[in-house]
């Protein structure tokens, strides 16, 4: 009797581990994101920081199984800390902070800073009935659950989550099961300063595989992650930036494009591209020859953007 009880358990618990594997990982896991100093004070800004989190074994705490949540402050080095703890009740992710260490940028950034509390990290329970009753309050103001969708993460098919934000419905950060947010992994839960650091997702890796890559960026494994060339921040435009890769003849963004239109530099239209929401778009599909142009980007918000670009 006791033999099969134990069977029961056994496949019920490797069941259950699975299942919670697509609801969020809890194991071989990272995280690689951007870690940079917004302010407005005219004094030089520290270098930007690659940092990463990362779930590797796991520790019973207060009878519940728990992951260990790693985080290092610069990618280059092997000088991770175990900051804190993940679990998974149903579909709600879970995260608890290491109360025995103290790190400055990192606890700067959380809401709540209660010892030994469970803090909501994700909520995977969300339906259709709660398309505009959950709020979520986020990078750039409060933000809306206003879509639920599936998207490809690896080989598997996994819930997107949309929120979009209330002022400016075409804003969006999305949360992917199995990943997190697409933003950054605690952003559900830490503070946005006016001034201070922020923190961007570049990439999530399972078991040494890349599964989902920023569109901003065009590496995960390099140590010094190369940023994309070209365009600045949008103007006037919280939060969103256009980006252009001359080797790949690649246009990007973080925010849906609407139009591109490429003119020569005697301001003759050459081409008039209409995207419909895409993210980035290769300039090889047009027959451009080498040389400089100008490319008025104009995004699904209304913004506009013109820089020159150099195409190879």
């Keep these: 009797m006791k033999k099969i009880i134990f069977i029961t358990l056994f496949f019920l618990f490797a069941n259950y581990n699975v299942y919670s594997q697509d609801v969020f990982p809890l194991e071989n896991a990272k995280w690689k994101e951007l870690l940079h100093l917004d302010s407005d004070s005219d004094d030089p800004l520290p270098p930007d920081k690659y940092i990463s989190y990362?779930?590797?074994?796991?520790?019973?705490?207060?009878?519940?199984?728990?992951?260990?949540?790693?985080?290092?402050?610069d990618i280059e080095y092997d000088d991770s800390v175990l900051i804190g703890f993940i679990h998974i009740d149903a579909e709600k992710v879970f995260f608890r902070a290491n109360t025995e260490i103290e790190l400055s940028e990192y606890n700067l950034m959380l809401k709540d800073k209660t010892p030994n509390k469970?803090?909501?990290?994700?909520?995977?329970?969300?339906?259709?009935?709660d398309l505009l009753s959950y709020k979520y309050s986020g990078f750039g103001g409060t933000y809306t659950l206003s879509e639920i969708d599936l998207v490809s993460l690896g080989e598997?098919?996994?819930?997107?989550?949309?929120?979009?934000?209330?002022?400016?419905?075409?804003?969006?950060?999305?949360?992917?099961?199995?990943?997190?947010?697409?933003?950054s992994l605690?952003?559900?839960?830490?503070?946005?300063?006016?001034?201070?650091?922020?923190?961007?997702?570049?990439?999530?890796?399972?078991?040494?595989?890349?599964?989902?890559?920023?569109?901003?960026?065009?590496?995960?494994?390099?140590?010094?992650?190369?940023?994309?060339?070209?365009f600045d921040k949008i103007e006037g435009f919280e939060g969103g930036s256009i980006y252009y890769v001359a080797e790949s003849r690649l246009i990007v963004s973080s925010l849906p494009m609407q139009q591109i239109q490429i003119y020569n530099l005697?301001?003759?239209?050459?081409?008039?591209?209409?995207?419909?929401?895409?993210?980035?778009y290769s300039l090889s599909n047009h027959s451009l020859i080498s040389g400089i142009y100008t490319a008025t980007i104009r995004l699904q918000t209304g913004v506009v953007k013109t820089e020159k670009i150099i195409v190879k």
Excluded: M
Aim: aromatic residues 12%.
């Design 54 to 73: 990362s779930l590797q074994g796991d520790t019973i705490i207060d009878v519940v199984k728990r992951s260990k949540l790693y985080y290092s402050p």
């Design 118 to 129: 469970d803090l909501l990290l994700y909520d995977f329970s969300l339906d259709e009935k």
């Design 266 to 280: 005697n301001g003759i239209l050459l081409q008039n591209i209409p995207l419909n929401g895409e993210l980035h």
């Design 186 to 230: 605690f952003d559900p839960i830490i503070k946005i300063p006016t001034e201070g650091w922020r923190s961007s997702l570049i990439c999530f890796s399972q078991n040494d595989e890349v599964l989902w890559l920023s569109p901003n960026w065009i590496d995960c494994h390099t140590s010094k992650l190369p940023q994309w060339n070209g």
């Design 156 to 183: 598997k098919e996994r819930r997107q989550f949309v929120f979009s934000l209330d002022r400016q419905p075409a804003v969006k950060i999305y949360w992917i099961e199995g990943l997190g947010s697409t933003h």
